[in-house]
């Protein structure tokens, strides 16, 4: 290794940098309904997608891809797929709660200017990645990490994310053809956003509560 | 739906918080190497802990728990782990790759003041999650969206995190007695870091390059 490619200083952030991470952590919401319609200018997307692509990746195996849909037939036709998947859901919760479920908006397949499929090529740097050899689904994990980036740098350029995850796999591989090497791992609704909740969707409309931060943090070893 | 709890004005952020969220996402670094000896002060270590719980998931599952790994014995523990994995792993590289690999290091476990043990209780919320009914990963999705979170929260923080995955599932689950029903998705090595590689470790020391954004992104559907 040449002293060149060796560790440098590390960039350092001031309070207010901190404090803007922050800010987009805790302000990122899952949107589904206050979509604008007006288009993502090609220049922002990118720069989502640069965000996703600076992802941390197992073995630096970069494994996703990016499948960007504007067109309203593709769109209906993923529609179409949430609405079936969506119905069978509801027959699952008790009685009790399939009205608040059926309340609940779940997607915004058509009302969001751009959906976005974020896949993982398992077989993309060959069959033995470092980092992978002993827990397999660490490709699957570095391409969450991408949506999250794109999640968080969306928040910070004024637009939202939704995150739908209520399909049948064969329906959306049929879709978008996708390849049986590959894994779908998140289809979003992105586009600018003016009005979004004040807290996760489903906390403020009553369908769960926030867990408290303390009851999740165990010392040295699971405390069950 | 009361109005109350209706959507609000979205929280909008300066250029300079824009910019700040990319500086996150951009300089961020797998660690390894670089740990500095001194603590992690609680109030930080909290910080990052809010972060990660603020990450989305499925149903508002909150799946996640954090095991906070302090203690020499636990770490050496994880560690003799990890060295019996690697070794297994240096053994399925082409013999050319072999001394480059054993030349990386890939884990900061004893170096790092904190070691941090992210899981997902995939029975929190009950059988039937909302959003989890025909895609059955998502909750383990929703607790790498924290570990993301968090490393991008530590960045900004001056603090360094590397995510260890060389190790046997069930070495980690005897050695931290994490129950069946709970799934072990991330072992980080956390602390403070003045010096930082300039790029993803693995594309400076010549393991794998990054691949060009524009080959990964496809319109409306796979083009292969």
Not at 17 to 36: C, G, M, P, S, T
Not at 65 to 84: L, M, P, Q, W, Y
Not at 153 to 168: H, L, N, P, Q, T
Not at 182 to 196: K, M, P
Request: charged share 25%; hydrophobic share 40%.
């Amino acid at each position: 290794m040449s002293e060149a490619s060796g560790p440098v200083p590390a960039v350092r952030f001031t309070p207010e940098e901190r404090d803007a991470v922050y800010k987009a952590i805790f302000n990122r919401r899952d949107v589904r309904d206050q979509f604008l319609p007006q288009p993502i200018e090609e220049a922002v997307l990118l720069r989502l997608l640069e965000a996703a692509h600076h992802a941390p990746s197992v073995g630096f195996m970069q494994p996703w891809n990016f499948i960007i849909i504007r067109s309203d037939e593709t769109k209906a036709a993923v529609h179409a797929a949430f609405t079936r998947a969506n119905e069978e859901a509801k027959a699952l919760f008790p009685d009790e709660r399939q009205a608040l479920y059926a309340s609940l908006k779940l997607e915004g397949i058509r009302k969001a200017p751009i959906n976005l499929c974020i896949t993982c090529d398992r077989t993309r740097g060959g069959e033995v990645v470092l980092g992978r050899t002993h827990n397999r689904q660490m490709d699957l994990y570095s391409t969450v990490c991408a949506v999250q980036n794109l999640w968080l740098a969306a928040r910070a350029e004024g637009i939202g994310v939704g995150w739908v995850s209520i399909y049948s796999d064969a329906d959306m591989r049929r879709i978008l053809a996708i390849p049986d090497h590959v894994e779908i791992i998140a289809y979003l609704c992105i586009g600018h956003v003016d009005e979004l909740y004040s807290g996760p969707e489903l906390e403020k409309r009553g369908w769960r509560e926030r867990l408290p931060l303390g009851d999740l943090i165990f010392e040295e070893s699971w405390q069950g």
